[in-house]
């Protein structure tokens, strides 16, 4: 484990072979079980198309190097929040699909069904998934390949929990569980990948994991990128910061070599939060 050093905003890489791609910049907000009403969630989405900047993607943006903005509503309001939000730019995903296709599987939502009403991302493996709904390794391996087949880009969302940070085996459950998740993903899906380092006791706590720890464990988890598959993935692929990452905290996070992105839950509600972590300054 060789900790990052440079702490330049590094997404274009630098290598010389051309087979390594830029880590085009991707900020989400997860909305989680908010809010109440579709009301509410159109308000929300109407504000937010109003905050845009000048380095965020457009509809269609040729700029590959844009910050991509993508928001992940509750499933019943996807559709109009999707209707209000995409001339603006702003891309919608789901928060969670079960792996099968169809079938007597109550309350539950398939991927065809969210690629169906413009889903171009979800979220697997998210803590509150694992820890509320049961969501093991092997269920989550499934959701990451289901939602690749149909087209759309898993989140993969891996953490350490508070326990398991304070006994320092931090690094090998995030490495168990990317290994896990990714079981039979090929490298040309990986493209389609994304992966969220969000350490569980900073998830909604406001402990945000200081930049540089973050910008070590995400420089970590590209050197089992490159075990699993080589350096080419471990280097392309984008890996978001999240647990509590506000307005005050975004630049310094954004600021780190190895964060292409943040994965942002409860300022997420708030337009105006948002606005500005979306739009981070860069140095
Ligand atoms: O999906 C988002 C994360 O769980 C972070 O949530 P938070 O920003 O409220 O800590």
């Keep these: ?14 290598s010389t072979t051309s087979l390594l791609a830029s880590r085009q910049p991707i900020m ?12 509410d969630a159109l308000a929300l989405s109407s504000a937010l198309t109003k905050l845009l900047g000048e380095e965020t993607c457009a509809i269609d943006d040729s700029d590959e190097m844009c910050t991509e903005v993508v928001i992940f509503p509750p499933h019943p309001f996807i559709s109009k929040v999707r209707d209000a939000v995409e001339e603006a730019g702003i891309t919608v995903g789901a928060q969670s699909i079960f792996f099968e296709d169809k079938g007597a599987y109550t309350g539950s939502v398939a991927a065809s069904m969210v690629k169906s009403i413009g889903c171009e991302y979800v979220l697997c493996g998210h803590s509150e998934r694992r820890t509320l709904f049961n969501d093991d390794d092997m269920a989550i391996n499934k959701k990451v390949k289901k ?9 993969l969302c891996i953490g350490e929990t508070k326990e398991e940070y304070d ?3 931090k690094n090998e459950v995030c490495a168990m569980q990317l290994s896990k998740d990714l079981v039979g993903v090929t490298k040309e899906q990986m493209k ?11 998830i ?3 402990l945000v994991c200081g930049a540089e720890e ?3 464990t995400h420089a970590f988890l590209r050197t089992v990128l490159a075990n699993l598959y080589d350096d080419e993935v471990a280097q392309a692929t984008r890996i978001q910061y999240g647990g509590s990452v506000t307005p005050d905290s975004v630049d310094g996070l954004m600021a780190m070599s190895e964060i292409d992105g943040c994965l942002v839950g409860g300022a997420s509600l708030v337009a105006e939060s948002f606005g500005r972590i979306i739009n981070y300054k860069k140095e």
Aim: no cysteine.
């Design 1 to 14: 484990f060789a900790p990052a050093s440079s702490i330049s905003h590094a997404h274009q890489l630098t």
């Design 28 to 39: 989400a907000g997860n909305w989680k079980m908010n809010p109440a009403t579709e009301e």
């Design 147 to 155: 939602v690749l087949e149909m087209g759309m880009k898993p989140i």
């Design 167 to 169: 006994l320092k085996v």
């Design 192 to 202: 389609d990948v994304v992966i969220a380092y969000e350490p569980v006791w900073a």
């Design 204 to 206: 909604g706590t406001g």
């Design 214 to 216: 973050a910008n070590d």
